[in-house]
């Protein structure tokens, strides 16, 4: 049981959400999650006191953001109309490159892309398109330098910066059916919970929340979306049913470097609210059930749009490897695009930070085990080490 519990009960975590966005709508839908969520932390979690703290402030936000979402697009049902061009879906299993890929072609401008503060608020305020956006972007920045105080080490895996592009999983909260929530503390009820829940659910919600910055004018319609996420290995079917012309780039890396990161960057996360231990067999069953699911969909449906990157070509040959993206998502590479890309590449260099270090030996895992449990992929890196082209 967690010696810091919530001190806000379900009902008034939503009670004050309601008085804080100035909407007075019961939010059906996060009910149950909310619940399951709220009983996982204060019964199976290590939170401490700032821990709970922060955990609350996080539930309201996500609430207060929901409610104002669902005003606008009560208010102005022409948001459920706004095209959503693409997407080129960055993935692969985390610490494979996925972030340094994501970012480089964020600089291009030829991609929308969501920052760290649009996936922390993306909901308007005023519910006007056009609204001041210092205070936004001030409450992210605040929460970005929060985690750096808590957690020093996690910039040096992850730096949270409010404004550069981000993953989709601080969004993925939003709809309260999220894997990134445990990530930050041990939640084993809610992870049962979660486990046989459709991610078309956040996929949705992901596609209304572009719509609705579209709208805002936070991003321009009929440009292509850029999204990325480690979450999305194995859900290449789902994602297609809500964006059916979403391409798939994914990023390849040996798992003898990517799980050892992985756990780390974990225990990273977790220190910031102050539970920073880890389960790392749960943390690499999981990967292992997902790419053995995300294998199974190439074979089974080889039409997929999948451009496979090595990690080596995405940190050793950017240039090639944009070339090789611009090619798959049938865009053209312009001179200037490919100077923006390769000058933010010349001044993000890896390790700019200091370096994240890492071992299987530190966390507890065994190299014959791992190339045993992943076998089918171990054999795909060796198929993408032959052919450069691949």
Known sequence: MSAHKLALSVDQLMARSREIAGVDIVDDEIIEPLNVL??????????????ARAYEAKFIRL???RLRMKRDFARHPEIAEQPVAGPLVIMGVARSGTTKLQKALAA????????????FNWASVTGEPGEDLSARIAEADEFCRWYDERSPETKLGHHFQALEPEEEGPLSEGCFVAPSFFGYSEMPSYAHWLADKPRTIFFR????VLKYLQWQGLARPGRPWLLKSPNYNGLELQLREVFPDARFVVANRSPLQTLASMCKLVSCFRQAYGSPEVDTNLIVEGNYRSMAAHLANRKAHPELPILDLRFEDIVGDLPRAIERVYAHAGMELSEDARRRMLDWNATNRMHKLGEFRY???DAGLEEAVIRERMADYFDLLDALAGDRTA
């Not at 401008?109 to 996936?119: A, G, K, P, V």
């Not at 919600?205 to 209304?208: A, K, N």
């Open 205 to 208: 919600f992901l596609r209304d």
């Open 108 to 119: 291009s401008r030829d991609f929308n892309f969501l920052t760290f503060w649009q996936n």
């Open 38 to 51: 709220h009983r996982a932390l204060n019964e199976e979690s290590a939170i401490d006191a700032e821990g």
């Open 63 to 65: 609430l207060v953001n």
């Open 359 to 361: 071992s299987l030996a």
